[in-house]
């Protein structure tokens, strides 16, 4: 405002050039630049708020031009500008070295570098001082607007504003200006019910620390948290006034029980739950954070969350929720990889537990847990778990976090632990959930051999595929446990939320559980590999499961079993093809024990020399239900061997006395009753064979061929065979055709037996229809008789009931009748009475009356059909009443008045 009415106090020109400035900063360079034109070659022009420095060459002397003024420079003279950076004066142009004063608004400060002793600052003109105190700063509160002196060098800050979750770092950089100060410092008192701390003075104190923190230092060189003066204590500064003195002390505290002592370096911090705004006293400075900002946020922590600070003597201090945590000046927060400096509580359920190792000996409760100590909590004690300074987890690979998983087991599935402090492998099987203690238990996993693999699983590249994976990963090295084999991510574990991810949780009491809920949590089981080696024999097979110090057992399918870490299953070796030969064998642990059937080729001689091949199918079956007769299964390793050669030497001798022609005519009687034995009864079992070596029955034999070695006999017996068969087939057509004629004969026969009985049958039901007809006709008959009788009897008592009535109505009628004719009777004698009253005079004179109305009456209507029939009314009527009495009266009236018509023959049309 002044820089402008200065311009308008110039030269007159046109300033409607600058009336469109936006900025502060544009109108004092245009004011500048206008000066310049303004300015001739060694004048300069200042408005208010405007200074220069000014260097006079032969002497050195730099002085301050403070606005409003106007100055010629002389030849000696030039503008120069102090550079802090540098410490030197540049010189510049006029335009450069014209600027503007240094001015705080209200809520702002300077911070003023090498100020004067005595404080004064250039006024208007042409002025200059060498009584600066270099290297020193002092901070002036707004509302204020000062010119500067030459190296003197100033900052303005907006005064800092806190909320209640913010905070201010302050240091010390002056402790006796800070000491003296500070009562006059710009301080206001956040609105808070937080007794407590307000009654704390503004000291460096630690008696009343916020909820939640730890007392690390009593020296006040180390940090400092100060506590505010309540307002009635402490009076608030006005800008522009005069600073008030401090109250002298009292005898009472001798000045010191209020009085702040600081020290050079000190860090304090300003807290926005007591102090709403700060403006620093002289001595004592706002520190800035990485990012150049003076207000720092605290951390707000929530239900079930908390944060770690770490100071920088390495000591970790953690802060659980809820809380507004304000670190020491000499903490700083610790954060993630995502910058988060909060962090959720470890959220533990039964099936999850927390491996961790006391790094420093602590007492919680009564029970002391020393240095080197690991410990193991789980769910099932601890739900919600947070983190202590004097514990630290122990991981498990780069990917773990220090939580150990129970692993789902259902039914029928288990896995191989070495305990550590038993120095044994055990078996843990389902259905449970187990969570391994990670101090003394490890899920190990076994490796098979490759044999073993063929051996126990047939046709399963999987399980070999997997058990060459683990033998390249050396997890097991020549029986011996070798490490930790529990990997992170090949256990099944019913998993929970990271501290991590629930940091970023949408609600602090809320556990995220993943993406899925629509529907329950959902795990996938897939462990046919990675537990306990389960063997489970199909239904009728039967395994020996043998252990390394000799103990047997046998598993019967379609019961499984898992096996211990040190047993293995009894391989057999088995005979195979047709005839049977040791050379040819397979192996396996399965033994077929219900059901077998063992083939084999078998070559016999008969007692007249000819050598014969019986092809046999024996069903084989092993007895026993106690164990000791199972494992009596397993005592002969090749029992198909054993059994083709001890019935290949009962076959033999007994072909031996057979001929040939009666052991191709009796194969199967002959091998049965050998194999098998006679049936004590005809059509009875057979007792068959049994083994007492091995437990083994043979029940049934099937023979399934029988070839003669020799060509040239098996060729007499195939032509003699085919001379049988061929005579056989004559006899069986023969006997066919006679077959057939005599059942075309005893058809004729039937078919006439079976017209005869048809016609029978036609006669007698004819008979039997007109019987029934006749019969019909004679119930109808009947019916209708009856019928006939019933309308009759019904006819009759409608007659009855009809003639009553009639009589009544007659009755009625008859009264009626004597009734009318009596009435009759009275008015006749009534009338009679009164026509013999009646005088014949008057009857005439009525009758003329009657008639001369009529007539008159007529004569009206009659007027218009004389006109039509050229004649008289009195004739038209006379034709109309001929024959009564009027009629007559009419001709006579007609011949007294013929005489009086008018000429034309026409009568009057009055008639009276």
Known sequence: MFAWIALRSLKNKDLRLYSGLETATQFNTKVRKFMVEMMKDNEIVLPPGMQACILDTTNGITSVLAGYFQSNIGNTERPVRYNPETARFDQVSLQEAITPFVTADEGS???????????????????????????????????????????????????????????????????????????????????????????????????????????????????????????????????????????????????????????????????????????????????????????????????????????????????????????????????????????????????????????????????????????????????????????????????????????????????????????????????????????????????????????????????????????????????????????????????????????????????DRGESYTPPRTITLDSKFQGAVHVAPYSGYAVLVVSKDGEQRVIVGPKGSHLDFDETLQVLTLSKGRPKNADRTVRTVYLHVKNNRVSDQIEVTTSDMIDVTIDVAYRVTFEGESEADRLKWFEVTNYVQFLCDHLRSLLKRACRAKTIQELINHTAEIVRDTILGVAKEPGGDRPGRKFTENGMRVYEVEVLGTNVVDNEVRSLIADQQFQVVQATLELAREAQDAERQKRSLTIAAGLREAQDADDVTAQAKERERIARQEETATKRREADLKDQDHQDSLQNRDLARAKKAADQDVAIKTALQAIEIALLTAQADTLKTKAGAIQPGLIEALQALGDSELLDKVASQFNLLSIFKDSGVLEIAAQLFEGTAIGERIKQNASKHRGELPSGGRPSSTMR
Not at 333 to 343: A, P, S, Y
Request: hydrophobic share 35%; aromatic share 8%; charged share 20%.
């Open 109 to 511: 400060y300077i911070v003023l570098n090498n100020p004067h002793k005595d404080g004064v600052f250039p006024q208007k003109g042409k002025s200059n001082t060498l009584d600066l105190q270099i290297g020193r700063r002092v901070v002036i509160p707004g509302p204020q607007s000062i010119a500067l002196w030459p190296q003197q060098y100033a900052k303005v800050i907006q005064g800092h504003r806190l909320r209640s979750n913010q905070y201010l770092v302050a240091r010390v950089y002056n402790a006796e200006q800070a000491e003296l100060n500070f009562a006059t410092s710009a301080i206001r008192f956040a609105i808070t019910t937080d007794a407590p701390h307000i009654e704390a003075a503004l000291l460096p104190t630690k008696e009343v620390p916020p909820a939640g923190r730890v007392d690390s230092s009593s020296d006040v060189s180390q940090s400092t948290q100060l506590g505010i003066q309540p307002p009635e204590q402490q009076p608030l500064p006005v800008a522009g006034a005069t600073p008030p003195t401090p109250p002298p002390p009292s005898s009472k505290d001798d000045g010191k029980s209020k009085q702040p002592k600081f020290a050079v370096g000190q860090l304090l911090i300003i807290c926005g739950t007591q102090v709403s705004f700060f403006i620093p006293p002289t001595g004592v400075e706002v520190v800035a954070d990485e990012s150049g900002q003076y207000v720092r946020d605290a951390v707000t922590l929530e239900q079930l969350e908390y944060c770690i600070l770490l100071s920088e003597g390495g000591e970790k201090r953690y802060v659980y929720g809820p809380d507004v945590v304000f670190p020491e000046p000499t903490e700083t927060f610790m954060t993630d990889d995502q910058g988060n400096r909060k962090f959720k509580a470890t959220e533990l359920n039964p099936d999850m537990g927390l491996h961790l190792k006391v790094t420093k000996g602590y007492v919680d409760g009564t029970q002391r847990h020393e240095q080197g100590e690991e410990l193991f909590i789980t769910g099932r004690t601890t739900r919600i778990y947070y983190p202590r300074a004097e514990h630290a987890p122990i991981k498990y690979g780069s990917k773990g976090n220090g939580i150990t998983y129970a692993i789902a087991l259902p039914e029928g599935d288990a896995r191989y632990v070495w305990e550590k402090d038993k120095e044994r492998v055990v078996v843990v099987r389902g259905p449970k959930s187990f969570l391994p203690d990670p101090r003394t238990q490890v899920v190990v996993q076994r490796v098979l051999t490759d044999q073993q693999c063929r051996d126990w699983f047939p046709d399963s590249t999987s399980a070999l595929q997997f058990n060459q994976m683990l033998q390249q990963q050396s997890m097991v090295a020549q029986g011996a446990v070798s490490s930790d084999l529990l990997g992170s991510d090949e256990r099944m574990a019913m998993r929970s939320i990271s501290s991590r991810v629930a940091a970023r949780a949408f609600s602090p009491d809320t556990f």
